[in-house]
């Protein structure tokens, strides 16, 4: 995927998105808390959201980089077990 400069937003209706900032269209991830998780973080929704999103961004970019070290550019994929 071509690199480009996202943003975060709040949507207004409980839910913080990310998106590509020169385009409307769908976000490419959301996140929504319960009630009782926002009540839990004291209303720092914004901030756990934009963690969990950072935290996702470097583990893709470090998986990323591991299938390209095993596999060496030969088009296959790793295989993988998810607990």
Excluded: C, W
């Amino acid at each position: 995927m071509p690199a480009s400069l996202m943003e975060i937003i709040d949507l207004g209706d409980g839910e913080i998105a990310l998106r590509r900032a020169d385009d409307e269209s769908a976000p490419l991830v959301t996140i929504q808390f319960s009630e009782e998780a926002l009540v839990y973080m004291e209303d720092n929704g914004l901030e756990v959201a934009k963690a969990m999103i950072q935290a996702g961004i470097q583990a893709a970019a470090s998986l990323a980089e591991e299938a390209d070290d095993v596999y060496e550019g030969d088009g296959s994929s790793p295989e993988r077990v998810i607990h």
